[in-house]
């Protein structure tokens, strides 16, 4: 489902700033896997998880996701992409902070031809999975850090994506979400969903439905 194939992302090439974030990276996912991309901070798992979105273009090497080369595809296009194909969980949430938290939830299906009715449906569904449903109408820039984190749960899955990339998914709920996400993470999985998760979380190791642990450290798979 998801081929890496000897990505290198340098930033800031040729200037004084510049940083080798990932050196020939390489790994295939398989559809319905569930992987985790673990390391240290600045090791580059944020960098790779955005490459894979099309957000960022590798400097050398390949990205295959379902059949389609990513690495070099134009804006337009990625936007296409990550609509057809993905659901993403960000460190920095990415949640707009003057739309209310079920705005923000609808966000990824207004693009889509689904009636209004369907739309609001969608959204209460993934808002009640994740325990947000009661603030639905509060501004996103007035709930607390684990409250702003299951929103941008609920968004990442209101598409019913095939894919779904997460970063850091877990570094602003408390253990009792954190547990409750990774309950979710076992149904996505029995799903079928593919799911690639970047965390140093140690929660997340060692479980029956991880399927595949990559390590990088300093921009370098072990
Ligand atoms: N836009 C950018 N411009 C320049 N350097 C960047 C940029 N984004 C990331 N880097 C650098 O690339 C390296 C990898 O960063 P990245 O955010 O991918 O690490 P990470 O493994 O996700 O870390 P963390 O666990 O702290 O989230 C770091 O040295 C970082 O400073
Ligand atoms: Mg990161």
Redesign the pocket.
Known sequence: MIKVKNVTKI??EGKP?Q?L?LKDISFDILEGESALLK??????????LAIIAALLKPTSGDVDVDGQKIAKLPDNFASLYRRENLGFIF?KFNLIPTLSVEENVILPLIPSDLSKEEIEEKAKSAMSKFSIIHKKDDLAKNLSGGEQQRVAIARALVNDPKIILA??PTANLDSKLSKSFLEFVKILHDEGKTIVI?T?DPIFFDLDFIDKEIE?IR?KMQ
Not at 39 to 47: C, I, L, M, V
């Open positions: 930033f800031n700033t940083t974030a390391g240290p901070s600045g090791s580059g798992k944020s960098t790779l460190q970063d850091e970047a140093h990088i921009g």
